[in-house]
Structures are given as C-alpha cells and as structure tokens.
C-alpha cells in the first residue's frame, strides 16, 4: 500500500522560513516524478514544484518566487521544499504528490499518489 506522511509545517511569523518534508512507502519511489502543491481555502491545488525521480532536474511555479526549493534525498524515500521569508499569501494546506514516469508534471490531475498534507499558517 502507498502512502505519503508530509510534515513539517505549521504557524510561523512572516519572513521566517520552514522546510516540508514527505517521506513515501510501498512504491519504487524513484520511478516517480514527485511535486508539490499547495491549496488554500477557496482555491485548487496549485502547482508550487517539481523534481524528477533521481532529482537531476526541477521546475518551479510562479508563486514561489525564487524562494522555494525542492529536493529529495532517494535513500530516505522523502522529498523536501524549503520555503524562505514567507508571507501570510503562503497559508495554505502543502501536498506532495507522486506521478507515474521520473520526470514530473503541473498537472495535479496526473499525479496518482497524495497524501493528507501539512497545513502552514503564516502571521504578519
């Protein structure tokens, strides 16, 4: 069975940085293209990043800013976003999907695995 624990959020004051971790099991993790999304409230699932399955290449959104940065470590099984000098816009719920082929996708709807996601709140 597949799952995905993500963590690491949580409240912090505006221009304070988190790091998100989501670590994968049940699944040959490296096979799969791996993002992250974020949903607000009243919004979708918007595309925050991307890394391929060996982590040789990346694709950020917009929204970041140049002030997210994606990774995964393949031995542990989890990816990772740094998130750096953060503003209340963040508040969100953060997932970490997986998609089937390494290289990675915008597209939620191509993504097969998701977990619960990690709720980050961000105080002015």
């Known amino acids: 069975q597949v799952q995905l624990v993500e963590s690491g959020g949580g409240p912090v004051p505006a221009g304070e940085s988190l790091r998100l971790s989501c670590v994968a099991s049940?699944?040959?993790?490296?096979?799969?293209?791996a993002g992250w999304f974020r949903q607000g409230p009243e919004n979708g699932r918007e595309f925050l990043a991307l890394?391929?399955?060996?982590?040789?290449?990346?694709l950020y959104g917009a929204s970041t800013k140049g002030r997210f940065a994606i990774s995964r470590d393949n031995t542990k099984d989890t990816i990772y976003l740094q998130m750096n000098d953060l503003d209340p816009e963040y508040r969100a719920i953060y997932y970490c999907?997986?998609?089937?082929?390494?290289?990675?996708?915008?597209?939620?709807?191509?993504?097969?695995?998701w977990g619960r996601g990690t709720q980050v709140s961000v105080s002015e």
């Open positions: 999907p997986l998609t089937p082929g390494a290289t990675g996708t915008r597209d939620p709807k191509l993504y097969r695995y």
């Open positions: 049940g699944i040959a993790y490296i096979s799969y293209g």
């Open positions: 890394i391929h399955g060996k982590g040789v290449s990346t």
